[in-house]
Nanobody, 121 residues
Framework: QVQLVEAGGGLVQPGGSLRLSCAAS????????MGWYRQAPGKRRDLVAT????????KYDDSVKGRFTISRDNAANTVYLQMNTLKPEDTADYYC??????????????WGQGTLVTVSS
């Protein structure tokens, strides 16, 4: 099995910064992509950013471009999301996602448990 463990959420004032991390573990053969999605109360879960573990290419939602940076540590099977200049509208549960191939030959789409980010004064 594959597990994702997220960390780094919390309360921050507008204009502040937070760094999220998500570590994948278990029966992993390779990771294709990892990313972050977020879901505000009463809204759907939307893409924030993704990164390819093969070539490092990234994709961002327009609302976070220039403020958020996604990065990865291939050796640690970990993805990070550096969030700067946070706004109240960034408040949401942030979910890590990983698209992985397992040792048993399966391809899985895994989700973390979510970490709450609250931007408020």
């Amino acid at each position: 099995q594959v597990q994702l463990v997220e960390a780094g959420g919390g309360l921050v004032q507008p204009g502040g910064s937070l760094r999220l991390s998500c570590a994948a573990s278990g029966s992993i053969f390779s990771i294709y992509t990892m990313g972050w999605y977020r879901q505000a109360p009463g809204k759907r879960r939307d893409l924030v950013a993704t990164i390819s573990f093969s070539d490092g290419s990234t994709k961002y939602d327009d609302s976070v471009k220039g403020r958020f940076t996604i990065s990865r540590d291939n050796a640690a099977n970990t993805v990070y999301l550096q969030m700067n200049t946070l706004k109240p509208e960034d408040t949401a549960d942030y979910y890590c996602n990983a698209h992985v191939a397992t040792m048993m030959g399966a391809v899985l789409d895994k989700w973390g448990q979510g970490t709450l980010v609250t931007v408020s004064s």
